[in-house]
């Protein structure tokens, strides 16, 4: 059986198929050239990150296609009703990136609270001229201990971010449409834990207590932090999207940002992805990665781990 893996696979994943017997092929296909290379190769499976798509077209034209398998989260780049109803199994790798995701968003939160994304552009430009004068810029920044977080999705990895949140010593509020209270485990050494319950309230509500926020929800049609949100946040609120762009109105971000409304914003995710709005990557109140949520090493090869786990599974 054949498994072509177009946006890659770890060499784990890669390992676990080979040894199932299957033939893993790597290279990255055209999307215009997928569909003729699926159906002219019979091939069995295919894996996608977020850059390739399977359309109904794509679905149609290769019969010999029975699996597609979504390295990560989102799943906004297949047509998965679809692909069900026609009798394939889709699925995708929620939780092998989850821990990752989590960790990025304080990456930048530490980052943004020190101005660390400021001064590392500034310091080498004029760090030895204007020492003092930077200095005095960049201090006044804020713990995060004892400050509110507000976790908007609290699905796996607002769960992980809640974790972390906890270790440090802030306050969680977080917000999901099924969960009326979620239980957080905190893990330590020599296999103790201590286990905290976590309560859901409406986003209108969240928004109007939390100094920081931050969005765990799958792609919408509408930006969840729009306009009128913003108005009803905090003065010097700080606002993080690692989830998919779209869901904070840029926009009106921007308006904020040059008000002092909010104080921060810090983005891996663009409404105009791969091509961020130029007023977005020339903030400087803007803390910016170019979508790697998911790329860490250890994440990847859970990721590929996993897909072969399922893929073996599913054609087995």
Do not use: W
Not at 4 to 28: M, P, R, W
Not at 86 to 104: H, I, M, Q
Not at 166 to 188: P, W, Y
Not at 234 to 251: P, Q, Y
């Amino acid at each position: 059986m054949k498994v072509l893996a177009n946006d890659g696979i770890s060499a784990g994943g890669k390992k676990t198929l080979e040894e199932a017997g299957f033939e893993v092929i790597t290279i990255k296909v055209a999307q215009e050239q997928l569909a003729n290379y699926l159906r002219e190769n019979k091939i069995d499976a295919i894996v996608v990150r977020s850059a390739t798509k399977v359309r109904k077209d794509l679905i149609n034209a290769c019969p010999d296609l029975k699996v597609i398998g979504r390295a990560g989260v989102g799943m906004d780049n297949i047509d998965v009703k679809y692909a069900r109803e026609k009798g394939l199994y889709v699925f995708n790798t929620p939780s092998a990136s989850s821990s990752s995701v989590a960790e990025l968003v304080f990456a930048h939160l530490f980052g943004a609270v020190r101005f660390l994304h400021a001064a590392n552009r500034n310091m080498p430009l004029e760090g030895d001229s204007r020492f003092k004068e930077l200095k005095k810029n960049y201090s006044g920044g804020r713990e995060l201990r004892g400050k509110t977080i507000g976790i908007i999705g609290f699905g796996r990895i607002g769960r992980e971010v809640a974790k972390i949140a906890l270790g440090i010593g802030m306050k969680v509020i977080a917000s999901d449409r099924e969960e009326g209270e979620a239980e957080i485990t905190l893990e330590f050494y020599n296999h103790q834990e201590i286990k905290i319950p976590i309560k859901t309230e409406p986003v209108e509500d969240l928004i109007k207590h939390s100094d920081f926020i931050t969005i765990h929800v799958p792609a919408q049609d509408e930006p969840v932090l729009g306009r009128d949100e913003i108005q009803n946040m905090k003065n010097g609120v700080g606002l993080i999207n690692t989830s998919r762009g779209g869901l904070i109105d840029e926009v009106a971000l921007v308006e904020a940002l040059d008000s002092g409304k909010v104080a921060f914003a810090a983005l891996d995710t663009f409404k105009n992805e791969p091509s961020p709005a130029i007023k977005i990557l020339m903030n400087g109140k803007i803390s910016l990665s170019p979508h790697i949520g998911a790329a860490t090493g250890e994440a990847q090869d859970r990721i590929g781990v996993e897909l072969a786990d399922e893929i073996i599974n599913a054609l087995k």
